[in-house]
């Protein structure tokens, strides 16, 4: 990869950022009078942990990776713009993404003012790794990679990512926030190999969490480093602290939870399978299923008319009378069946 610092925005890297309270003084104390809180006890009356070091501690047990790896997010969204402010010039620099994929990483470009380039992936889904190695030119700063992905549910090949990995020199983002619902394993095991390698993960999915907004970046030390400067101070507030912190302590009932969702995925895509206007059930490595309908438009409304909703991918590109369906309860996804068999869906 090219050196970090070529990789890094000037403004950003001469960056003295800002230090809080809680940067200055870390450590124990009984009278804390540096901070301008109100002495009160409300539970909530002292500034959070900037950098979340207990909460780290506990995600770097259950991940196997050193907290200084660890970078935590309003949800995957925030570190998603952070590499943006943090890589690319705006007016000047670009990203290269596979097409179709998340959408805020189009999204954020376009906040940042930042070139995009979408390469699309090939018929089956798999990525074309020469078209988006050849998209890249001297100004691209970041590929944004998703595996599994949304809205198509399939993992990306682990050689295409390698290759990319190894022949790309910039950034390189896989995004996971599906990979508890896969077989394959993560690419955490090889932060240490790959400096140019960003991982997001997400306590929104799997875990259950998604009104408390707790995203995961992993990346060698220099590039938290980067993030850490960048970010706001207390970007992750007292009570999403707390209660992600809780939530850890009971993997136990979120791996439950995956089981089941993994049973439901295979039986919900065996009976939708069956159904006559469903022309595929897509293989899906993740909490939803991308389905190739007659008429995605139409069973989309009726099935708004009967009070569920999907997420209609009719305009996505290759995913032409698409709907993607959540794996929801037993009962939820026998009602969504029951509806496929209906009539004028
Ligand atoms: C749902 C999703 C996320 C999660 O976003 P959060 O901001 O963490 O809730 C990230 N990436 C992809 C591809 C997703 O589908």
Known sequence: MRDLEQLVRKNIWNLKPYSCARDEFKGEASVFLDANENPFYSG??????????????????????????????NGSDEPIDLVYRIFCE??????????????MYGVCADINNVEYRRIPLNADYSLNVKAMLDAADSHTKVMWLCSPNNPTGNLMNRNDLRTILKSFDGIVVIDEAYIDFSSETSWLTEIDTYSNLIILQTFSKAWGMAGARCGMAFASTQIIELFNKVKYPYNINSLTQNIISERIDKVAEKENQVSIILEERSRLAAELAQSPIVECVYPSDANFLLVKVADADKTYKALVEKGTIVRNRNTVKLCGNCLRITIGTKEENEILVKEFRSEGV
């Open 44 to 73: 909530y009356n002292r500034y959070p942990d900037p950098r979340q070091l207990a909460l780290k501690a506990k995600i770097s047990k259950i991940k196997n990776i050193g907290a200084e790896h660890i970078m935590l997010g």
């Open 90 to 103: 705006p007016g000047i620099d670009n990203v290269v993404a596979m097409e179709p994929t998340y959408g």
